[in-house]
């Protein structure tokens, strides 16, 4: 089972939607998470970190729970420059911050 | 701030042969990490560096090696180099457990 686990997509989504991505890890003792867009060809950016309570930054709502080992992201009102690859990121302490990346679910957000 | 730089930005390379890419993290942090992105995939951990030692490793072969150095910067050096090294590498600076930040990455291509 790989660490860290995203459905790869593609979601295709029209403007407007409300679109959801899941992410499962393997590691119960993780202890940070994380939402990373990365546009093609460029490098991953944080998004967005994921706290225990939830949180939520405009229209983007991430989710944590913890006694099933996934994570969640939200986006409301989906705009086209949504459109990129958003990588779930799960990190844990092993004597140094190890960080795990899931492979990625593709977006596209259609006119 | 800089933020991470990564250098150079593209390299071809043949089979056998050694590279060495180098990385200043953003200032302030005193952690970095190496990922290598193949095309479609998430980042894959290589190593991470801390105190200018390998303090953490994912499953790459010995042929991948690391230096870091008292200014925190950082250099990934590949031998023998084989086509399927060929990617995208990206270097992220860090400080404690919060996410990393990325450069914009070494392409590297393998003839």
């Known amino acids: 089972r790989k660490e860290v686990e995203q459905d790869p997509g593609p979601f295709n989504v029209p403007e407007g939607a409300t679109v959801a991505f899941n992410c499962t890890y393997s590691?119960?003792?993780?202890?940070?998470f994380f939402w990373y867009r990365q546009d093609c060809r460029k490098e991953p950016k944080l998004l967005m970190s994921v706290y225990s309570s939830g949180n939520e930054d405009g229209r983007f709502t991430a989710q944590l729970n913890r006694a099933s080992q996934y994570i969640s992201l939200l986006i409301r009102d989906s705009k086209l420059s949504d459109s990129a690859t958003y990588l779930c990121?799960?990190?844990?302490?092993?004597?140094?911050?190890?960080?795990?990346f899931g492979a990625g679910t593709r977006l596209f957000v259609k006119a | 701030d800089a933020g991470v730089t990564q250098s150079p930005t593209h390299l071809i390379k043949t089979r056998g042969q050694q590279v060495t890419l180098r990385c200043s993290p953003k200032s302030g942090h005193d952690t970095v990490s190496w990922y290598q992105q193949a095309l479609g995939q998430g980042p894959q951990f290589i190593f991470q560096y801390y105190e200018e030692e390998e303090r953490q490793r994912g499953n790459f072969p010995d042929r991948f090696s690391g230096h870091q150095f008292p200014n925190y910067s950082s250099e990934l050096n590949v031998n023998a180099l084989l086509l399927g090294d060929s990617a995208l590498y990206l270097c992220a600076s860090s400080r404690t457990s919060l996410g990393p930040f990325f450069g914009p990455g070494t392409r590297l291509t393998v003839l």
């Open positions: 590691n119960s003792a993780s202890q940070s």
């Open positions: 990121v799960v990190t844990w302490d092993t004597g140094g911050f190890k960080t795990i």
